[in-house]
Each structure stands twice: as structure tokens, then as C-alpha cells.
């Protein structure tokens, strides 16, 4: 069993991270999430704690897919600054295989498996690797990795060194670089990327993974689970001093509709989700991961998210920004505006003298809090027009971020007076390209036994 490491965690958690159970990947995705639904209430014996603890006993035998696609299975999601990379490691090789396993192929696997870090940018979240998943009648490993989108010419090189695309001649790919980076594809390493749509990608990948990971969904709180509104403490309730005391809990996702699913890449989308096959991008924002981390390079001259966020963990936006009792000289009662709240981010920075006195710390801090907030902001007004309960963040800029992750939580929290509820999901911003992968499976089968179309977002994306 894998102890489970909370990246850039406050607290050190400590959990132990259970195995993912066994599933099968279904035939289409509609009927995808409805069994996994139904499996992680009640079907998958696996999914009790019981169980969870019994995944070490020895699993029957994975049966012989003669049908499936050709290892290696990949799926690959070309974003605005990240790409992310999963890659299924089967736990065996069919007779099939042994007969074919080229050397290419075991250098791969050896090459993606034994290593955590690729050339100077690619990493491998070893801490989110998933063992004994089973897709196609095959179990296997998960393999998380990510690498900034602008060493997708290096990633290629690598490719080809590899031996890559001799091998693998279509990669299933999304994110608005499946389509920019096409040609790249073709004319360095011959590879033909099949396009998924992005927010369906992400959508799949979000009810698969959390089918399979009981723990994968979990919220911040304070420790009494009071509502945050109801609190009386002598620290303003979203200070560092009391976020510092939030804990995280687990959720049990596995009635999820409708909810909210609010991804915070570079950019933001909001989409409401109602049934696995029925969603609808409600709202969007310019500024996201990507305006935090552009403008603390500009302001800090930091130059990586793990800096940028290093320095906010240090700051103090209340020297940066105009509060209420900065202009009130206290609450704003009749309205319910407290003095701590940020009035105006930034407003204190068109005084010389106080530009002159800023930290570096306390401006990463205020770019934080005012993205933060203003993500916020737009996610509880989509969801009280849409007359939703559970808002869902997830993407990458909420990576070894729990400051922002604790931040929503109050915001939600508070604003709603306790009526939302601000959700996460571990595997923050590789849905998309687990979403691929399971469409790698739709596709082939598709391909392959000449099924019908299947009556999902996903089968009617670009591809
Ligand atoms: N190692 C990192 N390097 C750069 N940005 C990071 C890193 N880790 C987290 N981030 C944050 O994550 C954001 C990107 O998130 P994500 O990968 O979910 O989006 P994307 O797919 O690149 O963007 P989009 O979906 O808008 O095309 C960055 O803008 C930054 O705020
Ligand atoms: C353009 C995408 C969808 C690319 O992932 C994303 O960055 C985004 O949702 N940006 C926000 C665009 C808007 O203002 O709605």
C-alpha cells in the first residue's frame, strides 16, 4: 500500500491511500457512468472498506481481450500550459503480446515506469499513480505525468529517440493543443493525434476516476464543521489563522447530479453537469491559473507555480489590497460586509508609499486571493442560478495550492450561508487526458465490432 503524500499540504494528512478497486470499463459512456455508479454503491464488493483492505489477496486472472487496441494506451490532453500525460502499464501481457512485445515497447514501459522525471520539465505524479485498474478486461497502472506545453518539440524528440513512433501511430489527444500541435505530430514522429472534445474528456475522466477512487473526491472544513458564517472567533474567518485550522474530509460522490464542475486551467469553464451524457458550459473567465502565475512572474519575478505559490504561503494581501475598514473604519454592517473583506485587490497599491513597502510575498498572495476570490465569485453565481448545490473545482492551478482550495471553501461557504458546498478532486488536472484514454477504448470498439454509434457527448466530438 502507497502512503499517500499530500503535495504542498498545510497539514501533513497522513492517510494511507487505499488501491483502487476493480473495475471494468463498460461499452459506451453513458452506460460508462451509470455502472460505475451503481458499481461503487453497491454492485463492487470492492468498493466497501472492507474490501478496499482485502485488494492485497490475489485477483482472478485478466481474461484475453484479442480485441483490443495495441499497447502502449495513452491518452493525452495538450493544454494551454500544461500537457498531461497518462499512460496504462497492464500488470500482464497476453500470449498475444509476448509473441509481438518488442524491445521498443518494454523500453517504453521501463523507460515511463522506473523514472519520476523526463528531460528537464517532465514529471511523473507518482503519488496519483492508480494500481489495479482494470480497463478493457485488462488491470493495470496508472501513470500521471506532465510536462509544460511549450516542450511539446522536446517531448516529440523524445518520442522518436524512443522509438515511439514506430510503434504508436495515433495518439488520442485533447486540449486546444490536439489541434494546434497536429501537424507537429505528423511531420516529426508520423503520429496522427484522434481529437476528443476537451470538456467531454474532462467529464468522463472526472466520473471514471472518482469511480474507481473512493477517496477521490474530499472538501475543506473547519474541524467543527460549523457553518464558517456561524463562527465567533477573534481571527477574521478566511485569515491564514483560521484557514490554517481547515480540514480535509472526505465526500462521498456517488449520487453526484446535478453539480457544478468549475476547471481552473490557464482559463477557466464553468459547466453544469447533469447526467453523464448532459452538460452545458454555463460560464468562463479569462482569468485563471494562468493570469496567477503571469502576473506573480511580472510582479515577483518568480519564475515557476511552485515559487509563485511558495511566496503567497508567505504573504499578506492585506497590505496590497483595500478592505472594507480600510474605507469604512470598520464593517459595513447594513449590508453585511465585514471590515476584513478585500474591498478593492490591489487598492492599496496606488500609494507610492506603500508600493515602496510591498513584499514580493504579499503581492503573490494578493494575486492569489483576487483570483481566487473571483473564481468564487462566478462559481456561486452560476450555481445559485442554476439552483445547484455541489460546486466541483478541479484543474491544475488548485495543484499544491490548498490556500486557494481552503479559500473557496470559506467563500462558497459563507456567501451561500452555508448552502453550497465546495468540492475537490484529487487527481486535479488529468481528467481530460484519462477521458482520452477511455475514449481510446470507445473508439477502437467502435472500430472494431461496428457497434452502433453510442449516444454520448464524447462519440459526437470532433474526432
Ligand atoms: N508545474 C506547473 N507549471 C505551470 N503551471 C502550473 C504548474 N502546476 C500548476 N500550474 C497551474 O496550473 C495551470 C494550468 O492548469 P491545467 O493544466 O489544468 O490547464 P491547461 O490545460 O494548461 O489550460 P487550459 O485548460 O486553459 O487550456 C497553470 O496556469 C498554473 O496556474
Ligand atoms: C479556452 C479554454 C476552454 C481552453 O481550455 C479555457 O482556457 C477557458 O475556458 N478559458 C476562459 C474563456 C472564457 O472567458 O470563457
Known amino acids: ?142 501513470h500521471f505525468i506532465r510536462f509544460p506545453t511549450s516542450e511539446v518539440g522536446a517531448f516529440l524528440q523524445l518520442a522518436r529517440s524512443k522509438g515511439m513512433a514506430d510503434l504508436v501511430n495515433t495518439i488520442y489527444a485533447t486540449g486546444g493543443g490536439a489541434y494546434k500541435f497536429e501537424e507537429d505530430f505528423i511531420k516529426e514522429v508520423n503520429m496522427r493525434l484522434s481529437k476528443m472534445d476537451e470538456l467531454d474528456a474532462l467529464i468522463a475522466g472526472v466520473l471514471f476516476v472518482d469511480g474507481m477512487n473512493a477517496q477521490e473526491c474530499y472538501y475543506w472544513a473547519p474541524p467543527d464543521e460549523l457553518p464558517v458564517h456561524s463562527h465567533q472567533t477573534s481571527a477574521p474567518p478566511y485569515s491564514e489563522v483560521a484557514l490554517s485550522m481547515y480540514v480535509r474530509k472526505p465526500f462521498d460522490f456517488s449520487n453526484p447530479y446535478p453539480f457544478l464542475l468549475v476547471n481552473v486551467g490557464s482559463g477557466v469553464s464553468v459547466l453544469v453537469v447533469n447526467a453523464p451524457n448532459d452538460y452545458y458550459r454555463v460560464s468562463g473567465t479569462s482569468l485563471g491559473g494562468g493570469t496567477f502565475l503571469g502576473l506573480c512572474c511580472l510582479l515577483t519575478g518568480c519564475s515557476s507555480f511552485e515559487e509563485a505559490i511558495a511566496l503567497a504561503a508567505a504573504g499578506d494581501n492585506t497590505t496590497v489590497d483595500k478592505l472594507v475598514r480600510d474605507i469604512y473604519g470598520g464593517d459595513y454592517a447594513r449590508f453585511g460586509l465585514p471590515g476584513d473583506l478585500v474591498a478593492s485587490s490591489f487598492g492599496q497599491m496606488c500609494s507610492a508609499d506603500r508600493r515602496a513597502k510591498v513584499s514580493r510575498c504579499d503581492l503573490a498572495r494578493a494575486t492569489l486571493v483576487t483570483i481566487t476570490n473571483n473564481i468564487g465569485s462566478i462559481a456561486r453565481l452560476c450555481a445559485s442560478n442554476e439552483h445547484i448545490e455541489r460546486v466541483v473545482f478541479c484543474g491544475n492551478f488548485l495543484r499544491v495550492n490548498p490556500l486557494s482550495m481552503k479559500l473557496l471553501s470559506y467563500a462558497m461557504s459563507y456567501w451561500s450561508r452555508g448552502a453550497l458546498k465546495a468540492l475537490f478532486l484529487e487527481h486535479e488536472g488529468y481528467f481530460g487526458a484519462v477521458g482520452c484514454l477511455l475514449h481510446l477504448d470507445v473508439k477502437h470498439q467502435r472500430r472494431s465490432r461496428h457497434s452502433p454509434p453510442a449516444d454520448s457527448q464524447a462519440d459526437r466530438s470532433g474526432t
Not at 55 to 72: C, I, L, R, W, Y
Not at 73 to 81: P, Q, V
Not at 130 to 137: H, S
Open 1 to 142: 500500500m502507497r502512503l499517500h503524500r499530500c503535495e504542498g499540504c498545510l497539514a501533513a494528512c497522513g492517510r494511507q491511500r487505499r488501491p483502487a478497486p476493480l473495475i471494468t470499463l463498460p461499452r459506451t459512456l453513458g452506460a460508462k457512468s451509470k455502472i460505475l455508479k451503481r458499481t461503487k454503491r453497491s454492485t463492487c464488493p470492492s468498493m466497501s472498506k472492507s474490501n478496499c483492505v482485502n485488494m492485497a489477496e490475489p485477483s482472478p486472472p485478466t481474461p484475453p481481450d484479442n480485441d483490443a487496441p495495441p499497447m502502449p494506451w495513452f491518452g493525452m490532453d495538450i493544454g494551454g500550459t500544461l500537457t498531461k500525460l497518462v499512460y496504462f502499464e497492464p500488470r500482464e501481457t497476453n500470449r498475444r503480446e509476448l509473441d509481438k512485445e518488442t524491445e521498443v515497447l518494454k523500453n517504453i514501459r521501463r523507460y515511463l515506469t522506473r523514472n519520476s522525471a523526463y528531460g528537464k520539465t517532465g514529471r511523473r505524479d507518482v503519488h496519483l499513480q492508480m494500481d489495479n485498474v482494470t480497463i478493457r478486461g485488462r488491470r493495470g497502472t496508472l
